[in-house]
Each structure stands twice: as C-alpha cells, then as structure tokens.
C-alpha cells in the first residue's frame, strides 16, 4: 500500500453557460499524501472550490468533470456511481464550508446534526455518537462541551458554529476533509481560535486535508504543500515554505506582493481648519439594544479616518448614525460646521449631497434590474440635475475615471460584471453626487486581495485629485496600516483607543488594540505556534501573579 | 425583447405545449365569432342531436348548436377571468407592495385587514354577496378580483419586504427617493418574476372559480355561453346516455366537453407557469 492518498491527473471540468460547455478546470494535477494538509489558494473565478468538490467526486449544479481521473486510495471516484460515492462521503472523505452558519440546518440541534454521517454509514450508533461528538468538542476547545452540542446552530457564534462543523466533519474520522475558506467570514480575532483548533485536531487524527482560502498568511500557518490556481490552471506548487521565502512564478510573487501597498505621503493640512466632521458624544440604539455609547470622532478635510473593530462593535452602525439612517438617541453630527438633522429625509438635498456610502456587497448594493448608465445616471439627475446629452457625457466621464470603459460598460447589467467592477460602480454612484465625505464600509472585505488592492489604489488617487475626506470602516489591519491618517478603535460601542495611524501601530497599545493587532495572520509560517506559545505564556504568568 | 426570444429557444417541451394550448384558446377567443358555424344564443335545430355533419358536437336541450357555444365560451370565461385577474393583480400588488415599502401601522392595519377577508371561505363569501347584489358580470368581476386581491397582498408584501433588506434600497433611501419612485423603480422590476408566475397561477384559480360559480347558477347567466354553466345543463345526461351505439353515446358526453375545455386550459396555462417560475427562480438544472 502507497502512502499517497489521493490521486488526480488532468482533471477537467467544465460549466454550462449560454447553452455551451465552457471549462472551469483545464487539466489539473492533484496528489496528497495521508495526514498531509495541502493549501489551495487563487482569486475567486480560479477554480479552487470546484477543484476541492471534485476531490470528492462531486461537481456544482451545471458542472461536469469532463476528463482526467480522481483516484482515492485505490477507488476511481470520476463516473462512479452515486451509491459508490456515498460510501465515501461523509465516511471516508468530508467537506467543511465557508459558511457554517448556512451549512447547519437551522431546525436540529448541533449534537443530532453530528450524528447524522456516522449512524448513517453504521459508524456509530446514536448513544455511541452523542458520547463522541462530546470528546471531539472538547478536543476542538469548544466551551461546555458537554452541553454545547444541544443548542440549536442560530445559539452559538459564527467562531464555535465554524468549530462543531470541523468536528462533525471529524465524526466518522475521515481519510479526507475539504476545508473550503472555513475562517474567512470571520474576525481576526475568531479566526486565529479556529485555525488552531483545526490544526491540532487535523493533526491528532492524521487526517489529509486539503485548505482552501485566498488569505496567504492564512494558507502559511496550516498547509505543508501550496499549490496556486490560476483561471483553472496550476500555476506552481511547492512546500509551504520554499514557496513563501521564494516564490517562482510572476503571478504567485505579485499575491505576495499586494500586502506592500503603501500610499505616498501626504503634505500636511493647516492645523487650523475647521473640522469637515463631528460626531459628537453620539449614543445609539436598536430599540432596547444599546449599539454605541458616547462615541466622538473628528474628521479632518481630507484625511482618511479608519475605524476598527470585531464585528458586533459598532462600526457600521455608526456609519448609519451619520447617514441619517439611525437617529441617534443622545449627541448629534455637525457637517462643516452645520448640525445635520437625526432623520436622514429631513436634512436637505444639497447638504446629502456631500456625504455618501458605499456598501461591503457591491452585489447587493446594485439594483442588478438596473443598467450602469441608469445607476450611475440617477444621482446626477437626482442630485445636480443632468439630463439627457449632458448626464450621458458625465456618466462617461465618471466610469473613465474608475477606469471603466464607457462604450463597453454603459449598457451593462450588474451581473455582467466581476466583483471589483460592481464595487467601482459603486464608488462612481458615490462620485456621481460630487460629495467631499465617503464613508466606505468595508468596500474591499469581499474581494480578492489582488482586486481590493486595486480599489485601495483607485480610492487613494481620487482622493488625492478630487480632495475627498474617507471614514474608512474595515476589521483589516493591514488595509488601515496602508491608507489611514487616523485610527479609531471600537468595542462593544465604545471608543477603545484613537489617535493618528503612527501612534496606534507603535507599543504601547491599548489592551484590546494589542489583542486585535496580533491576531492578524502573518507570512511567516511559524507565526501561529510562536503567537499561542506567547499567549500561553502570558496567561500563565497572570495567573500566578 | 431578445432576451424573451432567447429563453423561448431554451424552453422545454412541456413550456412549448403549455404554450401552444394557451395560443389555441386565445385565438378561439378572438375569432369566436368567424369560427363559431351559428350564433351562441340561438336554436339551430332539434334537441339533443348527436354528433353529425351538421352540428359537429351535437345539440343542446335547447337545439343551440354545441360546438358554437363551446367556442363563446372561451370569449366569456376566459375573458372575464382575465378581466378579473388584472383588477385582483392592480389592487393587491400595488396596495402589498405599498404595505411593505411603508411599514409601520400601514402595513400593520392592511395586513389584520386581509387576514379578516382570507378568514372567510370564499365561495360561501362570493355567494353571499353575489345573492345581494345580483349576479351582473361587473359585480362578479369586482366580487372575485377583491377576494382574489387578498392572496397577491400577502405574496406582494412578502417578495418587496425580502427587496426591501437590500443595499441597494438602502442607498436609494439615504438618497432621498420618494416612495413610488422607491417602489415603480427599485422594488416592482425585482419582484415582476413571481408577480408573473403568480399571475398564471390565479388566472386558473379565478376562472376555475368563476366556473364553479356558474355551475352554482350564480355566475355568468344564460343565455351566455359559458363553460361552467354548459356543465351544469348537461351534467345530469350522464345518467340517461346510451353507451350501445357510438351516436348515442356522444350524447352522454356532452357534460365531458366543457368540463374537459376548462380542465385543458387550467394545464396549459400550469405548464407554462411551472417555466416562468424556474426561470424565475435561477436554477441552472
């Protein structure tokens, strides 16, 4: 017996769109060793998910393997038989999502949820089960792990619901488990708890697994091998750390390269000036929930104010605050010197005009009914009141200056367009009104890091030549590192620490800043073991003094 | 437009017989009166004639020529379920969609308020109403469209509230939009697919309804033609057909024809809503 677990060669899949068959995968090697954790990384589009479902034998609705073949541990699994299959799946190789949260049937408790692979196979019986899925808890460092497996997936966090999937996907000790993007919708603070649990416990149990994610620094602390995909073709693989201390390929070197972003520096403002904006001892609530808590900001013409903070820490509600979407219970907003109305429809149209948002989702944020001219085309009617000849030639100049071709773009729908587009769109939406204040609520959180660069780019040379002030709301450090004048740090709707992007990144740091800023994942692959040694460490100096 | 053209090519079989049913009864309903060989209300002959060159579907009990009044039939039920169905769509679309754009004790009054009209079954409803007023085809039409009108609010108000959570409203709001602008530009093209679907589907409940109606001899009134009232005349010759002979046994099917254009229709109809759901839906498979 070979100790090489799974064999793919020349995988090719393909998809059908526009009554064609147009391949996703064209023609991919894949081989992995038992209890070998192999990192699969790539934009979205590069074919990472459905190269994980086919280790499998699985494909998407639409989709079909087309050639090649995919040998697990002896068994051919391309054009087997779906009862063939089944034996596998679950038992012998399992799948972790990205979003456990939609993953878990909201009806069950977690504990029966678990249960359902290994007494289906005759793995386990149901008593048998519920004692396993406790031990298995408990190794995945879940708190009560002897009740937590009765509440019902909608009870727990995203962070502990991300761990019970790892460990129902353990339930049946699988050969294989397909982690595909398991932390990315979650904090950095979350992620690094669930990166470790699944590490050990993928360790114990000697199980092969194969991790996919587009976040390097990820990708650094769990693989052994990375192999980088590319529109559906292999552009390298090689050991996890001869390929981060020496990549081969250009394409793999310009991903190491995008955490290098770095804006030039700006000259420096009159001291003097009045504010552009002032949130001032603003308090906050969702009817009896309490979101923000006498919280002040003060925003300069022309700087860039990032805020950060986990999720649940109020950052996007008070973006909402000075929308005008959420009155504020207590304090108020003064724009240029001008109190802004609580109400957002009370304030005047000329006054709206300055400030804008653009959403984290381009996809939702865009009413996909409508064509980009109509988008782009309804502000500047709305607002400055163009029309006709004059508001077609400005939408042209608008989606020149995203760096968009009119002649291409301007009669697009949404969904005829990637996801760095859609959110230049919205950044053109933004522009459309002439504003000088932009609230940006995590506009490149859902891209890839290539893509997110380039809108980082795009917003820091608009700013530059249209004098525009950014409230940047993001939980990415490295993001606020690169394009921040100031940094405010929020928890739980409080103001933990502000001061200018210098200050905040140099020790000593608020508790909480410490916390957040050494938990971002770095490129060195040893980062995780050293962070939780330390940690450890610390915790173990606490308690004895 | 090309866009319709290019999902007809994708159609399956099942989309394309729907289709061609619903084509052949509408063209029966606009040429009813080039078609039909002898007029809707008139004795042509003696009664009960079986299926000869002549009266191809036989005689009624009256000596009206059946297969003449089968084709006005489609004219009038189907007309005035249609009729119907575009009232009941108008007043429970626009008053759901408003209900959820508002919000608030708008929707919360409109929605206790709908919930007391669907409480009560109705046909019990209709009849009752139809036995005060009189059973004139505008009452009909407005007593079925408002009992309709009921079940597209809660489907209206269901598919905005689910546009309504989107970003795209959102920015629309901080804009400034008023609320038909809100609703005409932003929410109604999102919502239009299972409006659609939902069209087809009530058509067939509003006629089916209209049907039983006339059946119960309070819809469309003789002399008209209509199907549901055609069925009701000739229902009880079942009992009295002579299966011995071919010709006499086509007189026993005489309820069969009506009964059998509504069941046809209603299919049809189903078919082709059944395409414009999934299309509607996103499904790749």
Known sequence: ??????????????????????????????SLKRGEILGLIGESGAGKSTLGLA????????????????????????????????????????????????????????INQFGEAPVQHGVLSKAQAQSDAIELYRKIRLPNPETIGFR?????????????????AMACRPDLIIFDEPTTALDVTTQIEVLAAIRDIVREYNTAAIYITHDLAVVAQMADHIKVLLRGEEVEQAPAREMLSNPQEDYTKSLWAVREFRRAPRPPRDVNETPLLVVENVSAAYGPVKVLNDVSVTIKRGSTVAIVGESGSGKSTLARVIMGLLPPSKGGIVYDGTALEGVGSKRKRGLKRHIQMIHQMADTALNPKQRIKDIIGRPLDFFIGLKGAAKDARIRELLTLIELDPDEFMHRYPSELSGGQKQRICIARA?????????????????????????????????????????FITHDIATVRSIADEVVVMQHGVIVEQGTNDDIFTPPHAPYTELLLSSVPEMDPDWLSNLLAERAEESAQASLT | MNNLIFHLRDAPVSAWVGIVIVAFYAFLAICAPVLAPYAESVSVGAQYQTWTSAHYLGTDALGRDVMSRLIYGARNTVGIALATTFLAFTLGASWGLLAATLGGWFDTISSRLIDVLMAIPPLIFALLILTITGTSVVALILVIAILDSTRVFRLSRAVAQGILTMDYIEVARMRGEGMFWLIRKEVLPNAAAPLIAEFGLRFCFVFLFISALSFLGLGIQPPTADWGGMVRESAKLIAFANFSSWESATFGLAPLLPAGAIAILTIGVNLVVDWVLHLSSGLKE
């Open chain 1, 1 to 30: 017996m070979s100790d090489t677990l799974l064999d793919m060669k020349n995988v090719m899949i393909e998809g059908r769109s526009d009554r064609q068959w147009k391949p996703i995968i064209k023609g991919v090697d894949l």
């Open chain 1, 55 to 110: 280790a499998m034998g699985y494909t998407k609705g639409g989709c079909r393997i087309s050639g090649g073949s995919i040998n697990f541990d002896g068994i051919e699994l391309a054009g087997a038989s779906n009862e063939a299959l089944r034996q596998l799946r679950g038992k012998r190789i399992a799948y972790v999502a990205q979003s456990a949260a939609s993953a878990f049937n909201p009806a069950f408790k977690l």
């Open chain 1, 152 to 168: 019902y997936p909608h009870q727990v966090s995203g962070g502990q619901l991300q761990r019970a999937m790892t460990a129902m």
């Open chain 1, 431 to 471: 522009l459309a009104a002439e504003p000088t204040f932009i609230i940006c609520d995590e506009v490149t959180s859902a891209l890839d890091q290539l893509v997110a660069e380039g809108i980082l780019r795009l917003l820091d040379r608009l700013q530059r030549e249209l004098d525009l002030t950014y409230m």
